[in-house]
């Protein structure tokens, strides 16, 4: 019965090890291939200054709302109520403005999201697609990616395919520019779109003047109602102010009256 056991473990180690000396392996530093691609670090940069601006826009409404609620704070013993109620309201407004702006930018559909994919996507498929062509024609079972969450304990540098991927992406590029330049040369100076490709610009220019006309009338509704809370305001202002001074007119002819 030992015996038979010790056979089906032999058996079953020597199958194991076959398969895994059958197994072709690689891995990349994908940190590193991109840090050696232009584009990818043109992307990265268009993309940083992108944020860095819409965050100090952020940033500087979320100040503003700030003071203003400061502000409140110190005059609210002084203000009527329906004056509190106002300041409130157009805190209330810019809060759901701020909301809205960060939902615009780094929301999952916002600029953010649009801008990387446009910048950067095409880049990492540039990798994709280098390591795919790679793997068949070295027919590599598996490779790894150093850079990601995977832990790796020893790496062989031999394994490792990193400047392979960066060459046959310059040999793409390179490939994919010549063709360009011949198909320039090539092209009929009067080469027009055709109706498909017009129809399709004309949807598209349609889509994005309706996106801006939406936030344009949504923008002046909002800037409408701040002017009018503002008007509101300064009305009431002035007519306590007229309050505060008949009052101390009156007091101070009742003063005389007294002397």
Known sequence: MKKIFLLIVLLLSVTFSWSQRGQSIA????????????EYLDAQNTLDAKVAKWR????EQARHIEILKTDLANEKAILTKDLIE?????????QIELRRLESLYFGPNGDMFSVRKQLVKPIQDQVYNAIQSISLRKNYDFVFDKS????MLYSNKKYDISDLV???????????EKGRQREERNLAPTNELTDRQKEVITKKEEAQAKRVADAEAKKKLIAEKREKLSQNREEKRELLRAKIEALRKKKEEQKKEQE
């Open 27 to 38: 891995y990349i530093d994908m940190e590193y291939i991109l840090e050696n691609v232009p």
């Open 166 to 176: 960066l060459a046959t992406i310059d040999r793409s590029r390179l490939i994919a």
């Open 56 to 59: 100090k826009k952020l940033d």
């Open 148 to 151: 990601s969450d995977l832990v």
């Open 86 to 94: 106002e300041k409130e309201e157009e805190i209330s407004l810019k």
